[in-house]
């Protein structure tokens, strides 16, 4: 029985599978971290390419199934264990995420990997399609989301996913989707923390414009938008990231 609190939805079709390592572009002296391995549908190709799989999976009762069906890969390295809690600060060796994830905690696990110290090269992962869409700001509005994977790395999705390739069915349409070029290297001009702080007031009130959104914490706003060339009157949405690290280089260096 699939435990529902798990977001277990298992992937039963080799097309998709296919998708995913495509995208990611095993290589065979890659090192790939997987979240959720399951039942090890994906696991079992990923073994047969890549140089090691270290799988992290929170539910015991699927891990002795894991340990039989992949006993003869020395690749295998499986840890019973949440993912939120695994530091891959202490992983010495260059990784990339390839997960069919749970959909209930989608966004702490990309924040877990792409805020960690040691990031992955890539990450290659199953969502729901809403939440697809939203990383890419399909419809040009950018959200609290978007804006904290792309001032990581270059998301895009790579194809829709029915509901239908999954077991059980779950309620809502997939997609894959691949974030590459992972680096720190947004933050030469202000911190991680400067820019959540700024985002974060940003976006508080979906109906209100930014200057209304952040002057109580920044009452200089006006005047760093005057400077960047930003209507005062524009909703934190219609801001792409460059934008962003404009006014906040403003708002904390002219203070
Ligand atoms: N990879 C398998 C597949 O594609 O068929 C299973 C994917 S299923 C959507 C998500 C998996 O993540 C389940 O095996 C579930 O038990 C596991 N899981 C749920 N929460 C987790 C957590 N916090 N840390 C690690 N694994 C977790």
């Known amino acids: 029985m699939a435990k529902k609190h798990l977001g277990q939805n298992f992937l039963k079709s080799k097309q998709v599978i296919h998708a995913m390592i495509h995208a990611a572009d095993i290589q065979e002296s890659d090192i790939v971290v ?26 015991a009762d699927l891990i002795p199934l894991l340990q039989e069906k992949f006993a003869d890969y020395a690749g295998f390295e499986l840890h019973e264990q949440d993912i939120l809690e695994f530091d891959f600060s202490g992983l010495k060796d260059a990784y990339k995420v390839v ?68 077991s059980p069915k779950p309620d809502v349409d997939s997609a894959v989707i691949h974030i590459s070029d992972i680096s720190k290297s947004f933050f030469k001009n202000f911190t991680e923390e400067q820019f959540f702080t700024v985002i974060k007031q940003a976006f508080q009130f979906k109906r209100k414009n930014i200057v209304n959104n952040i002057k109580k914490e920044f009452p200089h706003i006006e005047s760093v938008l005057e400077y960047v060339g930003v209507d005062p009157k524009t909703r934190a949405e219609d801001l792409g990231l460059d934008d962003f690290a404009q006014i906040i280089q403003s708002l904390y260096n002219d203070s």
């Open 99 to 166: 997960a069919n994830i749970p959909y209930y905690i989608t966004g702490a696990i990309i924040r877990h990997f792409l805020e960690s110290s040691h990031q992955p090269k890539s990450m290659t992962l199953l969502v729901q399609k809403e939440v697809a869409d939203r990383i890419v700001a399909r419809d040009g509005k950018e959200s609290i989301l978007s804006l904290s994977v792309k001032v990581y790395g270059v998301p895009k999705i790579i194809t829709k996913v029915g509901r239908e390739y999954f």
């Open 34 to 59: 997987e979240v959720g391995p399951g039942k090890g549908a994906i696991t079992a190709p990923l073994l047969s390419l890549a140089q090691k799989v270290v799988a992290f999976e929170k539910d």
